[in-house]
Each structure stands twice: as C-alpha cells, then as structure tokens.
C-alpha cells in the first residue's frame, strides 16, 4: 500500500529519520517497544544519560552564522549532541549526591477549585512578530493566532465557542476528575506535502539557477533552508513544559485519589519522537524531576498496521487516501489562488529569473511561522498584509475540515476508538469489543489502562483531537459546513487556531454539583468551554456548558454503536474528486448507496 501524504496536518511519517537528527540517547528508545517504563529505566536514561553534557555550551547565535553559509536549501545540520564526547566523566557528574536540603511537599495547588477566576494563557513567549505589521495594525492583530494548526496555544476568548462560561466551575459544583487529551508542542515541519511546503519551496529556489530578488525579498539571496523535520523545537519543548505545569497548578488536588489508592497515574503518549518528548517535557512540568515512580508513561507504537487510538490513521488507509479521507487539497488550492493573488503579484517583481506561483508565496506564508516556532522570528512573516494572514488562516481550516473533521468521510470512524476508550473510563467498564482502532492488547490490561483513576493524560496529534470532536457530534463547529473554497465565511464556528494549535489540549472535566446527584461533564478546549448541545439528550444551552455523566455516556454509547469503523477504513466507497459529494458529520457514504453509485 502506497504510504499517501497528508495534506498540511500532522503527518506521521516513518523511517524518514534522518541517522544524525535524532540523538543517539533518544534513538534508542523510539524504537524500543513500549511498554510500561517504571519511570526509573526509560525515563531517567532520558533525564539523566546526558546530563554529563548540559554544561557544553551552545551559542545559538554561531549556530545561526554557520548555517547562513550555503545558499537555500542548505542542508547544513549541527548534529548536538555529539556521538562520542570526551569530556564524559560519570565519577565526577554523578545525580545522586545527596544534600536536598528540606523536601516537604505542602498541599496540592487546586486553581481550578479555588481561585476566584482562572489564569489566561497567551501563549507565545520567545517569539518575535514582524515589527511593520505591528505598526500597519497599531498592535491589535496577533499573528501568532492566524497560523491556524500552526499557531501557539492560547486562551480562546470567553465565550468563543457559544458558552459564556469559565473553565471554573460553576457555584455549587466541583472538580472530580479530568481527562486531559493534548496536542504536541511545536515541531519542525512534517514531510513533504501535496501542496506547497518549506522544504519544497528551498528545493524549488535550490533548482533555477541565475535568480536575483531584491527589495522585500533580498534577504532570499542570502537565505538558508534551517528547519529540521518533525521534531520538537525548543519553543514547542516549553509549551508542554508550561502545560504541565498549568495542570499541576489547575488540577494538583486530584492527585489526592492516588495517594488513597496507592496507585500511580498512567499517562499515554506515542512512540514519535516528538510525540514522546511532547509527553516527558510535559510530565516534567506537572511532577518535576524526578519522574521515578511519581508516574507511568505508556509509550504506544505509532506506525502503520499498529492499533492505537491515538494515532489512528496508521490502520485506516481510506483516512490517509486523497480522494477519499483526506480531501482537502483542492479547497485548499483554490482559495490559495484567490487569496494570494494580490500577494504574488507585489512580490513577483521582486525577484527576477523565478517564475514565482500561488504555491510559493503559500510556502512562504508556511515558513513565516514554522521559521518563527523553530529560530524565534523569520523575515517572511514581513512580507504579508493582515487580510493575507487571514486566508492564511482560512486555509488551513479549510484544509483540517475536509482532511480531519466534519468535511472527512473518514474522521469520525478515526476518533471513534477514542471516544470508544473516554466511554470505558467515565463507566468503568472495559471495552467489549475491538473494531475499531482500540488495541486489546493495551485496552483490556488494567495495567496500561487503567480504570477508574481522577486524572488521565493523553498526547496526540492536531489530526486526531479534530477527529474526537467529530466523533463526539459536537456540531457547532460544523455550523458553517461545508466550508466554502472561495470566501470566509463571517464568523465562522470553525478555526484550526482555536481547535488544534501547537499543545492544543482538550479537558473533559468531571464534576459533582449540591443541586443534583448527577455526576456532570464538560469539555474545555484552550479554556473555552464547548456547548454539547448537539451530544443528544444534554441540555440546550446550558449555561456552564454541564451535561449529565450519565446522559452523556448514554449518547456517545449510540453513536459508538452506529460508527461502522470498517467501512469507513477500508471500505471501497468512492466519492468523485474534489466538490461532487459533502458530509459535514465526518461519515462516508451509506454502504448500499456506495454500491450503486460505484
Ligand atoms: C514601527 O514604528 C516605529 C515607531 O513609530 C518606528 O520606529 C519603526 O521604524 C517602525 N517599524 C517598521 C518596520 O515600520
Ligand atoms: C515536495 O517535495 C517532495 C520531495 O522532493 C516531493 O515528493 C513532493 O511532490 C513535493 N511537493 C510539491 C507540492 O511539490
Ligand atoms: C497493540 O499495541 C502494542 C504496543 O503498542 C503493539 O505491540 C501491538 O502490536 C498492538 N496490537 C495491534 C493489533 O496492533
Ligand atoms: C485491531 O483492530 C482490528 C480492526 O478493528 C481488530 O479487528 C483487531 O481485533 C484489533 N486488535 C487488537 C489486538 O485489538
Ligand atoms: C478516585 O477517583 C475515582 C474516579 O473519579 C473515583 O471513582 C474513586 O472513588 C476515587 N477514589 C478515592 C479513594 O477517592
Ligand atoms: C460541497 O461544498 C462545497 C463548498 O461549499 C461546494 O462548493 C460544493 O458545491 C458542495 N457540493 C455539494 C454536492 O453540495
Ligand atoms: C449530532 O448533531 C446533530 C445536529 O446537532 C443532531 O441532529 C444529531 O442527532 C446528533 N447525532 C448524534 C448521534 O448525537
Ligand atoms: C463495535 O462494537 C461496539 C461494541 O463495543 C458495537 O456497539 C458496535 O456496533 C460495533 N460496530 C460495528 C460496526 O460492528
């Protein structure tokens, strides 16, 4: 089976790890088989197995002069950390020397049940936006937050999904537990793409020979391709680090039920570099170092034929298909060619011997802001008005509601599993059958999956969060739907910036209220609070976006029983190529009617 690329999303590419990018303490265990790290092994090697070399200094100014050197698309790499460094002495560097001085822990932080409001996040420190558009916009527009999947994460505005609530709980109701399923931080970009994309568009200057820009685009002449691949950079590394630790600070006080129980907390996240470095970066932030027995970490394989809900496209070859699960390249083309027009036609001028297309001016727009989350600032940001950040934007909504979300025939079979796993946790009843992307070997052990705990943490994928929510039914994000190729629709309910940044995380938040005796749910998507007023039986409109456990496990049980996984997956429906067909609840064409339409 040919392994068909994703669009712009969050590619899981295999073996395209270059030997020299990941460092060889990391190597070895991305390809180690998961299982259960009694954080001592795992965990530690990676805290402490170079620990030996943090004291190397690396001047990130030098590293930039030298890779300045070459023309675009240099493929100069700095390879740190060094294979063998002499320097090396464990005698001298040892971790356990004792002296900690006093360790009393105190109580639990419990910002979410105790502070009178609840602390905003904004996401982008480190980061610098281009100077000319601060001043164009008196400082009002934020680029940070028009890169759609691409964005930072950050506090959506009270009330942006339809709720005007908090993420605190109402008068009378307190936190039990949560379900946090998160997002990786920043990464380098994923693979080639079949449209656009970094890499190609250096490899596309690397191939005309004689091109000379000028104006706005003179620093191309002395420009070089930097950016690594997939991994996570040291921004992205922060965002989970910060993350955890606004968990900790939010939910601490669930860590109550463990010391009751005398259990440890299993966290899961993926064998994928980043994705593994995502969940660890992330653990550091919530317990601290060390990670011994303060946790476990399940490290799942992401890789095809392998069964994991977190990475379910690995066995559901329809999700990666272009003409059938990831359908959004069209869109996205055209409304590139009407977007950027005005763009290509400023910036062809400025540079002579290169026939620039609408697929190069989007390329820039892409490393604008992957160059920003990688280096910190890049000059192409420079380069685009706001109204062009805008399409920006829209595209790539466009591009995860027809790859990932309401507008995929695939996406809601692709979120099942995990909604599958959600049922048997807020039940506390193992999954009965696996036929979908659940994996029995993990799902059926209580060791890997445990039942029953206050606090679960989940890393995943931009891709997979959008294909929980579609799962879920939860439609007033597909108020829009479909979404059109040649406008923006005016407020739209659907933003990949709101939904999946970089460290999107997703809280499905578990409380008791002294009005009922229901247990009640609700789900916070970067602190907005979701209506589930399309979750059948939950109660319309409710103010605080509360739906009854019990109502709520009752819906997700149906559409459980009626996602036909099988079909979507590897069923051999067709829908014709780019505008003939829409779904805007994530469904493939009905079985029969396929048949007679083929
Ligand atoms: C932005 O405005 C400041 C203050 O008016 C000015 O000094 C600066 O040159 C401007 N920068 C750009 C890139 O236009
Ligand atoms: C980008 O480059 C890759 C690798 O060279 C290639 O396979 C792919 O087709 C290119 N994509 C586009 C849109 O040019
Ligand atoms: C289930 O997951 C484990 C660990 O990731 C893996 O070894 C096993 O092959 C998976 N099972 C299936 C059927 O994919
Ligand atoms: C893996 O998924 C397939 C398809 O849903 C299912 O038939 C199989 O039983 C699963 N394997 C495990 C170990 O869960
Ligand atoms: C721990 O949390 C779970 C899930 O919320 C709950 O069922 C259980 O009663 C709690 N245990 C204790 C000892 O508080
Ligand atoms: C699907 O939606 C797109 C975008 O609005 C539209 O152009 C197309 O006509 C729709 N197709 C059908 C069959 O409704
Ligand atoms: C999904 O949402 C739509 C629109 O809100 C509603 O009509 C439908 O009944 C819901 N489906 C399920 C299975 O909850
Ligand atoms: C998959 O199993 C569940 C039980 O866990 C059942 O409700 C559902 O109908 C099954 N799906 C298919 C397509 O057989």
Redesign the pocket.
């Known amino acids: 089976m040919a392994d068909v690329q994703k669009g712009f999303g969050d590619v899981e590419r295999q073996g395209h790890i270059s030997p020299g990018r990941a460092p060889a303490s990391r190597r070895t265990y991305t390809i180690r088989h998961i299982v259960l790290a009694y954080c001592a092994g795992l965990i530690s090697a990676f805290l402490y197995s170079s620990s030996s070399n943090a004291y190397i200094p690396v001047r990130e100014d030098l590293k930039l002069e030298a890779a300045a050197a070459g023309r675009a698309g240099s493929t100069e790499v700095h390879n740190y950390p060094p294979a063998s460094p002499t320097n090396v002495f464990p005698s001298l560097f040892p971790s356990d020397v004792g002296y900690a001085g006093p360790t009393p822990t105190g109580a639990e932080p419990a910002l979410v049940a105790t502070a009178p409001s609840y602390p905003i996040h904004t996401g982008a420190p480190h980061l610098l936006s281009p100077e000319a558009l601060k001043n164009e916009t008196k400082g009002k527009f934020d680029i940070f937050r028009h890169w759609g999947n691409l964005s930072p994460w950050f506090t959506v505005d009270r009330g942006a999904f339809g709720v005007d609530a908090g993420p605190e709980p109402p008068a009378g109701c307190r936190v039990t537990g949560l379900h946090l399923l998160h997002r990786h931080g920043a990464r380098y970009p994923t693979g080639?793409?079949?449209?656009?994309?970094p890499?190609?568009f250096s490899?596309r200057l690397n191939g005309v020979e004689g091109w000379r820009a000028r104006g706005q685009l003179e620093f191309l002449n002395d420009w070089t391709y930097k950016l690594g691949e997939e991994i996570l950079t040291p921004f992205g590394r922060q965002q989970l680090f910060d993350l955890g630790v606004s968990m900790r600070m939010k939910y601490g006080f669930l860590l109550k039920n463990f010391t009751e129980t005398n259990t440890l907390p299993v966290f899961r996240t993926e064998s994928q570099d980043r994705m593994l470095s995502s969940a660890l970066n992330f653990a550091l932030g919530f317990f601290g170092p060390s990670l011994d027995r303060q946790y476990q970490q399940l490290i799942t394989i992401e890789a095809h034929g392998f069964n994991n809900t977190l990475a379910p496209s690995k066995t559901c070859p329809n999700g990666r298909d272009h003409t059938k699960g990831e359908r959004a390249t069209p869109f996205v083309r055209e409304w590139g060619d009407i977007y950027l027009q005005a763009a290509l036609k400023r910036l062809q001028p400025q540079i002579g011997g290169l026939d620039l297309r609408i697929?190069d001016v989007y390329s820039m727009q892409q490393l604008c802001a992957y160059e920003t989350v990688a280096i910190g600032y890049s000059k192409f940001c420079e380069l685009f008005t706001e109204d062009e950040w805008l399409g920006f934007d829209y595209s790539l909504d466009l591009n995860f509601w027809y790859n990932s979300a309401f507008g995929s025939p695939t996406a809601r079979a692709m979120g099942i599993g995990y909604v599958q796993e959600l049922l048997a946790r807020l039940t506390h009843t193992p999954i009965s059958v696996h036929n979908s992307s659940t994996n029995g070997t993990l799902d059926d052990d209580p060791a890997t999956f445990p039942l029953g705990q206050s606090l679960y943490v989940d890393a995943t994928h931009d891709t997979v969060v959008l294909n929980v929510l579609t799962a879920l039914n939860l439609s007033n994000f597909a108020a829009d739907g479909p979404l059109p190729s040649d406008h923006i629709p005016k407020d739209r309910a659907f933003k990949a910036s709101h939904l999946a940044p970089f460290a999107t995380n997703m809280q499905f938040q578990l409380l008791s209220c002294d009005y009922t005796p229901e247990p009640q749910i609700r789900i916070i998507l970067n602190d907005g609070v979701v209506p589930l007023d399309s979750v059948r039986g939950c109660p319309a409109d409710e103010p605080h976006g509360l739906c009854p456990v019990p109502t709520f496990v009752e819906a997700i049980r149906a559409i459980v029983s009626k996602t036909d996984w099988a079909w979507a997956c590897l069923g051999d429906w067709e829908v014709p190529e780019g505008h003939g067909w829409n779904t805007t609840i994530g469904e493939p064409p009905l079985r029969r009617v396929s048949t007679a339409m083929i």
């Open positions: 080639s793409s079949s449209y656009a994309g890499a190609n490899a697929e």
